[in-house]
């Protein structure tokens, strides 16, 4: 030893015993426990098996069989302890390579086969990657119960099937036998509660069709649970093929309304069709249509085969939606209309005002309209269009009047007879404007709701190819509104031939295309994408970057909604197009026909295009030469094809990202850095994309970011990030956003168009009084409202240029999120669909899948009598064993049926 600074410092020569723990080391050989340090037991266990494998190794032929049954047990009675490493496979460790070579010697006879089996489960202790040794002597054993070795032996030999039968040189037999072998693995883990490893099992060697043999009634809900929450981690086609293994799984054991949740996922309606028809039970096809209603999907029923087709096909119509939000609103007690002022409670401001008070503006009456439309949504009543409605619509100015007249459709939304008696008056209006914002209000009534007289067709016809423009507003958007998602081809005949009329604007062009997306949304309609397409091609360069060019990529890009692969021959036509809406419209495409599916590989390919640089150029006017003015011409529009593409892609990440959680959480982390290192174009459109992500979910972080970017010395940013605030908070009265939007308000008195997206984002966070959501996911977050996510999108893209639509004359595209609202309420109804109120508990959802038993499904709830309101994220179960529910998923409207045993 070295003394050196007070330290004692070992010499630094190599003795023996060091390049002999070195050479240890390289070997891999792992330390033995000295015999000093086990107990008396455990030394006689070592020395037992050490006399075994002596024995083993003599030429005896009838010392083999009792040796290895020896060995056997040994190593079994040790398994099935819950030790961490059995002890007898780390006694015997040291002579694998022995027992190995011995059995290599052993001529071919029963006890080999046994021999097999005792290597076999030794070999988890050797794992070599190439050989696969455990799976190797396992085929060549004596095939006993797979389940004899114990749970960590099934798994290990699990996880080798899955890598040896994806090898290139695997042949025919070999296969057949991995199969078999599979087969056992799969019954043991059914009937151990692990089948989330059987499923694993089963996708890995993609033999899912074999599922079915082996689940019962007993442990199907845990398996279909298990598949459905792996659809968005697979590859195309794969998710289609988890979702169909557990449709057919709820078809055997009766479980129509998740079947039904499975076809509509699959967005198959063959499918849809198929589950209903084979449904038998009456309540139960009542339960069906109110799934099918909330999805906006309907049936046309045939009275031979169905008795109640009449009865249903009202239910699926939503013909009934708005008196059972109405009942559920007075029962709430929250029928007393409110007045903007309640919302703003500006009496909490301290902004000095100078001069008169109660000076009237454009600008804030317009913005009162859409905060009194958003507040008394779907009540039916409010008090500043009710009693003198023309007075106030005469307090705004052309466009104005337009959205402020729309506004009334939004207080009688879903309510069909009485709404559309009291919009009828101001159709004969001298003032063209009114009279346009009465023929959308007639299409916002319509939305969600299918009337057998159509009155909302009947009224907007005759204007779609009307001599004024703005009369071909009113009517196409409302069309759009009041058809979203019915794919009624009346409906796209009549709106067709605008697109190739002469008269019409690139406005007008732009709001046909999106309305034709909004009816034939997610049906790859052929006529409706050709039409759009061509419709591109001929327009000059110049209308090409017309700002609403964007919406004939969006209407384009509607009709291919969730359809993944199917949307790959438009992205090519796209090519043809001219930029920068060519590319743009490409990118739109490929993200909303991969909405909701959580492709991480999109989602990378999304942020790569964000990844890359583009100079803002901008005209100038010195440039006298033809070849520089062409390169600089040249220049600028590949600056604004780049931009235009990372404005779609933002949005295109939180679109796809937004399916589950985990996906989601991602997207965000993403999000902070464009934040930091992005374009300006990037930074104006991440504030849409956290509304996108979390719509009516007010996330603390999320509203903190937001918070931040209200404040940004880039006005566009700033609109944007307030807009975002009322979408994330919509419909939740939320007491956080509700104080930071006063503080706003009272930040940005002076600055008209600032305030204007505070007011809208404050109506927007008391949509409905705090009843309604926009949020496109239900049904447990399981099912995703296609038409919501239509409507949404609508408003996104219109906010791409907030200045020259929104702030400019364009406002009335606000009006597309109605497709997203749908009240976030649970009813329960008797068979008689008459309401029943009965005990729910509702706490925060938790997350069972893969769990054994039956796991408490929520926490920390409390206990409300129907009609109850659900938040995001919460769920709810019922509190009395009196009734049984006729779904699992109790949510919107619920049918309850007497629980009989309860009753014996």
Known sequence: MVVKDNTIVPPTGNNDNTKKEEEKKDMDIPEETPDEELTEEDRALKENLEMLVGRIQEPDQALW???????????RSATSSMTSVPKPLKFLRPHYTLLREVYDKWPNCEAKKKFADVISVLS????????????KFRLQGANGDVGDWGHEYVRHLSGEIGRQINEPDVNIEDKNNLIALSKEIVRYDMAHNTESEACDLLMEIECLDMLEQFVDSGCYERVCLYLISCVPYVPEPED??????????????????????????LNDMELVQQVFTNCKDPAVQKQLAFILGRQQLFLELDEDQFPDAEELMEIMSNVHLNTNFQSLARELDIMEPKVPEDIYKSHLENVRSYGPSNVDSARQNLAASFVNGFVNCAFGNDKLLAENGNKWLYKNKEHGMMSATASLGLILLWDVDGG?????????????????????????????????????????????????????????????LAYAGSNREDVIELLLPVLCDSKSTMEVIGQTALALGMVAISTCHGEVTSTILQTMMEKSETELKDTHTKFLALGLALTYLGKQEEAALTIEALKVV???????????????????TGDVLKIQKMLHLCSEHFEVVKDDPKIKDKKEKAEHEKKKLESETGIAQQSVAVLGIALIAMAEDLGAEMALRSFSNLLRYGEPGIRRIVPLALGVLSASNPRLEIIDTLSKLSHDSDAEVAHNAIFAMGIVGSGTNNARLANMLRQLAQYYHKDANNLFMVRLAQGLVHLGKGTLTLSPYHSDRMLMSRVAVGGLLGVMTAFMDVNGLIIGKSHYLLYHLVSAIQPRMLVTFNEELKPLPVPVRVGQAVDVVGQAGKPKTITGFQTHT?????AHGERAELGTNEYTPLTPIMEGFVILRKNEEMEE
Do not use: W
């Open 65 to 75: 069989l009792p040796t290895l049954e020896s060995l056997r047990v040994s190593i």
């Open 124 to 135: 988890m202790t050797h794992s070599d990657e190439e050989e696969r040794a455990c799976l």
């Open 240 to 265: 289609k093929n988890l979702l169909k293994t557990a449709l057919n799984l709820y078809y055997k054991f009766e479980v129509y309304p998740l079947a039904l949740r499975c076809a509509i996922q």
């Open 420 to 480: 559309l008696t009291q919009i009828d008056k101001y159709l004969y209006s001298s003032e063209d404007y009114i009279k346009c914002g009465a023929l959308l209000a007639c299409g916002i009534v319509n939305s969600g709701v299918r009337n057998e007289c159509d009155p909302a067709l009947a009224l907007l016809s005759d204007y779609v190819l009307h001599q004024s423009s703005n009369m071909r507003l009113g009517s196409i958007v409302g069309l759009g």
């Open 578 to 596: 001219g930029n920068p809406l060519g590319k743009m419209a490409a990118t739109l495409v490929e993200v909303v026909a991969y909405a909701g």
């Open 866 to 870: 129907t009609p109850v309101l659900l």
